[in-house]
Every structure is written in C-alpha cells, then in structure tokens.
C-alpha cells in the first residue's frame, strides 16, 4: 500500500484528501492525473541539536528527489485533463459503471443532468447511454498519433460539405498558374484580357463507422485493459482506414484515394524488365515526372515486399555497374531516395503490379473532417444481453481527394507532370 494525495474526487473521495492505495494502481492514477504521491515530513522539535536537523533536511531531499525522478516523465508531460462534468477517471471505469445501469449513482445522477439539459444522444431507443465526450478526445488524438498519411495531408475542419474553387490548369504552354496570360505589347497597342479557368473540387462528410463487443467479463475485470482495448482497437484502425481512403479509395462514399485521381501519372516499365522487379531506371524516370515544386514536399510510399528491390538497385557504369544504395548489415536500411523519406507502407499494392510503389506530394491533397467534434461515441448494454456483451459504436466523418483534375504539360516539354506518380505493372 501507498499513500497518494488526491487532485480530484475520486469515487467517494475528495480532493486534498490522502488515500491509502494498492500498489497496482498506483501508478495508473498517477498517469491519469487523478492522484499525486505524498510522503510525511515530520516536524523538527524544538530540542532537535542543529546535527539532527541537518541529517532531517538531507533525508528530505534525498526523498524528494527520488520522487522526483520516479515521476519526471509525468512532470515534463502532464496527464490530460479531464472535463470536470464527468465523474469516471477514465472510460473503462466508465463503462464498468454503465453495466449496473440506474443502479450505480454516478450513472444515474449523470443521465438525469444530461436529460434535463436535452443532451442526452445515446442509443435511447434501446436504453443505452451516451459516452461523455472527453472520452472520445483521448480517442482522437490517438488517431492523430497512430495516422502517417492523413496528417501529412490539407485538411479543412467543416460543419457540411465542401466546395473548393481551385484553378483548372492542364498546361504551362500560354500560362505558368493555368489562365493568366502576361503580353508585352508595344506602345499604344491594346493589352489582351485573360482570366483563369476555374473548376471546383466537392467533398462530402462521408461516414467512417466501428462497431465493438466486449464481455461482461471483460468490462468486470478490469476497466483500465478495456481502455487500452478500445483505444488501441479503434482508433489504430480508423487511422489505417483513413490511409487507406487516401491511397486506394474509389471515390464513391469514401475519400477519392490517389491511384484513382485523375491527375495519377502512371510511369512504364523499361523494356524487357522482368515482372517483379523495381529498377534504378524506374524511380528515375517516376521522380522526373514528379511536379517540380511538389520535391521538396514528397514521399515514397513503398510495399515492404519491395523492399529488397529497392535496396538491391544499381546503375549501370559502362561495362560494370555500382550499387545505388550503399549499406552495410549493421547499419538502418537508407530511408530516403533522391532525398525524399520512404515510407514502408501496407497501403501500396503488391511487387510488380502499379501502386506497389509510389511519389507523392500530400500537400496537394484535401482532407475534411466535422468541425470541432472528433468521434461520435455511444454504447448499449441490451443489443447482446444474452451473450453477456456490451456493444460501443464508434463514427467518424471524413473524405478526401487530390486537388489537382489532371496532369499538366509543362511549358518547355512534353512529358506532363503531376504531385502523384506510380510506376505501371511490369509484365
């Protein structure tokens, strides 16, 4: 047993009050932010001889010092706050209260707020319960941490649906920003107006839904291992869903993913190369055809089952050959070609077939999410009331799609370029 100092109530506790506590939970209410730990100083006497109030001093700092250190990734990184108008410490605790239903006062006395306010959202129609929201934004930003491809995206946060006017541009051959035109005409001679072609990109709040059981046993035994469940569960997988819409989405209900805009350059293979092959030819001819401005933004986003290609290619020398990367087997495998980081993805297609390896600039494209609300949460207790589960639904509003309607031919050349380059199937 321990003896923490509370932050905040805590069940029947108040704050300020001292807790003695078991030392498996010691830690977690620490983290949380519910409790800090407390260690009695006793007060020197007034007979104490300067020697023993010395070795009191020194005790005293030895201790808080090691409290300190114990502590110091809590001090450098303070536990999330939570809103003061929920009374459960964390949603597994939560969720364990919700199963007593009316019976446990916390639940009871927080739905009746909830109702006399109109708040109430949860799935009323079958007696279940809404998830206080402070909940849900532990959830969200654990999206925001686990995602690799959306965050690297433009994202407009939006209450409806969006339109965005963007200028239509196909060529540099008669203007550099696709429709103003700069004339250099004599003197008194008449200029020659221009004006841009614009066009609109339209993105919907599409729906991104989870639906999850747990056990009663689950919920019984430990509301801490329910959080991490949940949290680790859902949000890792509506972060690789997102990554996912972004890269291989076909645009109907879901985000419009690269490989399918319009503005994809697909790069051939070289002649006479083999199937299942990525050669120094390929990612040479893919990045010249990358959007000059786009380079400094790119990525290579590459299957892992590719990665023996990438790391054998070689350029040929006369006669001989040199290898492209230089490594040995003690080292990290290279992480960037022609500069740009690689991003070893499960989203890109299987080796030799297009979409296994790709460059792409994510600054040219957009994401929207719902304005000022994360995830949508609720939980019923009846929907598997006789299998002993609890049902938790989790909904999320997303879409996205590139901001560009086609490739565009440069001014002086003849093979476009785009933000989003593949290299074609090699057969």
Same mark, same amino acid.
């Given at each position: 047993?321990?003896?923490?100092?509370?932050?905040?109530?805590?069940?029947?506790?108040?704050?300020?009050?001292?807790?003695?506590?078991?030392?498996?939970?010691?830690?977690?209410?620490?983290?949380?932010?519910? !409790?800090?730990?407390?260690? !009695?100083?006793?007060?020197?006497?007034?007979?104490?001889?300067?020697?023993?109030?010395?070795?009191?001093?020194?005790?005293?700092?030895?201790?808080?010092?090691?409290?300190?250190?114990?502590?110091?990734?809590?001090?450098?990184?303070?536990?999330?706050?939570?809103?003061?108008?929920?009374?459960?410490?964390?949603?597994?605790?939560?969720?364990?209260?919700?199963?007593?239903?009316?019976?446990?006062?916390?639940?009871?006395?927080?739905?009746?707020?909830?109702?006399?306010?109109?708040?109430?959202?949860?799935? +009323?129609?079958?007696?279940?319960?809404? *998830?206080?929201?402070?909940?849900?934004?532990?959830?969200?930003?654990?999206?925001?941490?686990?995602?690799?491809?959306?965050?690297?995206?433009?994202?407009?946060?939006? &209450? &409806?649906?969006?339109?965005?006017?963007?200028?239509?541009?196909?060529?540099?051959?008669?203007?550099?920003?696709?429709?103003?035109?700069?004339?250099?005409?004599?003197?008194?001679?008449?200029?020659?107006? +221009?004006?841009?072609?614009?066009?609109?990109?339209?993105?919907?709040?599409?729906?991104?839904?989870?639906?999850?059981?747990?056990?009663?046993?689950?919920?019984?035994?430990?509301?801490?291992?329910?959080?991490?469940?949940?949290?680790?569960?859902?949000?890792?997988?509506?972060?690789?869903?997102?990554?996912?819409?972004?890269?291989?989405?076909?645009?109907?209900?879901?985000?419009?993913?690269?490989?399918?805009?319009?503005?994809? *350059?697909?790069?051939?293979?070289?002649?006479?190369?083999?199937?299942?092959?990525?050669?120094?030819?390929?990612?040479?001819?893919?990045?010249?055809?990358?959007?000059?401005?786009?380079?400094?933004?790119?990525?290579?986003?590459?299957?892992?089952?590719?990665?023996?290609?990438?790391?054998?290619?070689?350029?040929?020398?006369?006669?001989?050959?040199?290898?492209?990367?230089?490594? &040995?087997?003690?080292?990290?495998?290279?992480?960037?070609?022609?500069?740009?980081? *690689?991003?070893?993805?499960?989203?890109?297609?299987?080796?030799?077939?297009?979409?296994? *390896?790709?460059?792409?600039?994510?600054?040219?494209?957009?994401?929207?999410?719902?304005?000022?609300?994360?995830?949508?949460?609720?939980? +019923?207790?009846?929907?598997?009331?006789?299998?002993?589960?609890?049902?938790?639904?989790?909904?999320?509003?997303?879409?996205?799609?590139?901001?560009?309607?086609?490739?565009?031919?440069?001014?002086?050349?003849?093979?476009?370029?785009?933000?989003?380059?593949?290299?074609?199937?090699?057969?």
């Amino acid at each position: 047993m321990k003896t923490l100092k509370l932050l905040k109530d805590y069940d029947e506790f108040k704050t300020g009050e001292l807790v003695d506590v078991n030392d498996d939970d010691v830690e977690q209410l620490i983290e949380d932010g519910v !409790a800090e730990k407390y260690v !009695a100083m006793k007060k020197k006497e007034e007979t104490e001889d300067e020697d023993k109030v010395k070795l009191s001093d020194k005790l005293a700092k030895q201790v808080m010092d090691e409290l300190k250190e114990e502590t110091k990734a809590k001090l450098e990184i303070p536990a999330q706050p939570r809103d003061d108008k929920s009374p459960w410490p964390t949603m597994g605790h939560f969720a364990k209260g919700i199963m007593t239903g009316l019976v446990d006062d916390k639940v009871r006395n927080y739905y009746a707020e909830q109702k006399a306010s109109g708040m109430s959202e949860g799935i +009323s129609a079958e007696g279940g319960f809404m *998830i206080p929201p402070e909940f849900s934004t532990a959830i969200l930003m654990a999206i925001a941490q686990s995602g690799v491809i959306a965050p690297k995206c433009r994202n407009f946060p939006v &209450n &409806n649906n969006l339109i965005l006017p963007y200028v239509n541009k196909t060529t540099e051959a008669t203007s550099w920003t696709g429709g103003v035109t700069i004339y250099k005409p004599a003197e008194g001679v008449a200029k020659t107006a +221009s004006k841009p072609d614009f066009a609109k990109c339209e993105l919907k709040l599409n729906k991104m839904a989870a639906f999850v059981y747990a056990t009663d046993e689950l919920l019984n035994d430990s509301p801490i291992a329910l959080e991490t469940f949940l949290s680790t569960m859902v949000s890792t997988e509506m972060a690789l869903t997102k990554d996912e819409d972004i890269i291989n989405g076909s645009g109907a209900g879901e985000a419009q993913g690269i490989m399918n805009s319009p503005a994809l *350059i697909s790069v051939g293979a070289e002649t006479g190369q083999a199937a299942t092959t990525i050669i120094f030819p390929n990612v040479l001819n893919m990045w010249s055809r990358l959007h000059g401005p786009s380079m400094r933004n790119a990525v290579w986003l590459i299957s892992q089952d590719s990665m023996q290609q990438i790391m054998r290619m070689s350029v040929t020398v006369g006669t001989g050959g040199a290898p492209v990367v230089v490594m &040995n087997a003690t080292t990290a495998l290279p992480e960037r070609i022609f500069g740009a980081p *690689i991003i070893w993805s499960p989203h890109c297609q299987t080796l030799g077939t297009t979409g296994d *390896i790709i460059v792409a600039d994510f600054s040219q494209y957009i994401t929207i999410t719902k304005a000022g609300q994360g995830m949508e949460t609720a939980t +019923s207790i009846h929907l598997k009331f006789l299998e002993d589960e609890t049902a938790f639904r989790f909904v999320v509003r997303f879409d996205g799609q590139g901001w560009w309607s086609s490739d565009v031919t440069p001014k002086h050349g003849s093979s476009t370029v785009s933000p989003f380059v593949a290299l074609a199937t090699r057969e």
